[in-house]
């Protein structure tokens, strides 16, 4: 078995569950987070004994996006060190989009950023009523580039534009609304509730479930790929600008950060 430093996983009765493992940090996404967490959904992908994936967090969040600690040490990064970042996120969402087993997260608290990009991403999202969800990142001058590509097939170009330009912060309801929750499930049940719905799943057809995701994966498969390869582009380009530096650096000291246009 594969060990882990940020994750902790499990297959019991065909169901691997991946529980996100950095509970003091909300379970933020680091270089290794994602390298594993990418890793881990390979590994289940391929390991005939798992026939669902379930993925949730430790703690009182489920992801709160990438960290911030990490991002402002890097945030003098060579060209080349950022496309490697970018390209890393961009792996683990493609990971998870085109994974041949089902998936589903159970998100126990605040899925932000890109941990909102892994709690909608998996197949069907329950979530706690205190389940918050949001792309921020323009808040810290930073741009939410890989999830935008999926965000606008999931809600529609004109809704992904309101929440990724305010940068809003919204509640389990909300969310449910825009199809990227599918069931609010109150937190005593959340798990046996997931599993419940693993194992409703594991009665289907193994090969049929496969062929249908790579069915629905294919519709938007040419415009997503190009969508993907623009977003890495340009999140690229943001992480050289003035105003990322100065957003992460005013987030993490606790004050209004001073944009370079205004």
Not at 65 to 76: I, K, Y
Not at 227 to 255: C, N, W, Y
Request: hydrophobic share 45%; with cysteine; glycine share 8%.
């Amino acid at each position: 078995m594969t060990h882990y430093v940020t994750l902790h996983t499990q297959t019991e009765a065909g169901v691997h569950t991946i529980l996100l493992n950095r509970p003091e940090k909300r379970n933020a996404l680091t270089p290794q987070l994602i390298e594993e967490l990418t890793q881990a959904l390979d590994a289940a992908g391929a390991n005939p004994h798992c026939r669902v994936v379930l993925i949730t967090g430790a703690g009182s969040a489920f992801c709160a996006g990438l960290d911030l600690e990490v991002l402002r040490a890097n945030v003098d990064a060579r060209e080349d060190a950022a496309l490697a970042d970018a390209e890393r996120i961009a792996g683990l969402f493609r990971t998870l989009h085109e994974l041949p087993k089902p998936t589903v997260a159970a998100v126990n608290g605040a899925a932000i950023a890109g941990g909102m990009g892994v709690a909608t991403l998996c197949d069907v999202t329950l979530a706690v009523p205190e389940a918050t969800f949001g792309y921020t990142e323009v808040r810290i001058g930073f741009i939410p580039a890989i999830v935008s590509a999926y965000l606008r097939i999931q809600v529609g170009d004109k809704r992904a534009r309101e929440l990724l330009l305010t940068g809003r912060l919204i509640g389990v309801e909300e969310a449910a609304g825009l199809g990227l929750v599918t069931r609010v499930v109150p937190e005593p049940d959340l798990m046996r509730e997931a599993r419940s719905l693993a194992e409703k799943m594991m009665r289907n057809s193994p090969a049929a479930m496969a062929a249908t995701k790579k069915l629905l994966a294919r519709f938007g498969d040419r415009r997503l790929v190009d969508d993907v390869e623009g977003a890495i582009r340009a999140s690229v380009q943001m992480r050289a600008h003035p105003d990322f530096r100065e957003g992460v650096t005013a987030f993490l000291e606790k004050r209004e950060p001073k944009w370079s246009q205004g």
